[in-house]
């Protein structure tokens, strides 16, 4: 009888795992993206680089950025993807100039792709905006972009960030 529980127990937590994998995949495909769209999402990175002094009170700072971005609305765009932003740094005096470019994956690895510029002091807020250039699947040919505004959390190259962003589909 004991073993029969285990069974009946691991088939409830598969089929239940499935239902949950289905509803949210169902989730996903449930709305088509709109043609055009604002909104805000907010979003975590991780950075990971090197950084190299180049002179006095002057650094440079190459690496990436990997994160995830949540739309505001809890679906939509930008909502669930996986971001990787390679960056570097110029780091003088205290002030962060910062260009780069990211590749945004969703789901259904569809991709957005976009070149971003940012300022910011060491330590404070870090803010600048990002040109979408192109995409792939649903978004093939997006245009736009996105403000965005970030803090340090921690001592280890983490940030959280909100963007607000404009889109347009051909």
């Known amino acids: ?6 069974k009946l127990g691991v088939m409830s937590a598969v ?21 055009s769209g604002t909104g805000t999402i907010h979003s975590a990175f991780k950075g990971n680089g090197t950084t190299t002094e180049i002179g ?15 739309n505001d609305e809890g679906k939509g765009f ?9 960056a570097i740094t110029d ?16 789901a259904e690895g569809d991709k ?5 510029t ?17 995409g792939t699947g649903k978004f093939t040919g997006i245009q736009g972009g996105w403000d965005f505004h970030c803090w340090g959390v921690g001592t ?3 940030l959280y960030c909100r963007q607000t962003y404009n889109y347009k589909l051909p």
């Open 1 to 6: 009888m004991r073993q029969l529980g285990s």
């Open 156 to 158: 280890d190259a983490q």
């Open 118 to 134: 940012g300022k910011g002091t060491v330590g404070g807020e870090f803010a600048g905006n990002l040109t979408m250039s192109d």
């Open 56 to 70: 006095k009170n002057r650094m440079y700072w190459t690496g990436a950025y990997w994160g995830l971005s949540f």
């Open 15 to 35: 089929v239940l795992l499935m239902m949950v994998t289905l509803n949210v995949a169902g989730q996903a495909a449930d709305a088509p993206l709109a043609k």
């Open 78 to 86: 930008l909502h669930q993807m996986a971001w990787h932003c390679p």
């Open 91 to 106: 780091i003088h005096n205290g002030m962060m100039t910062t260009k780069g470019a990211c590749t945004l994956t969703d």
């Open 112 to 116: 957005v792709y976009g070149d971003w």
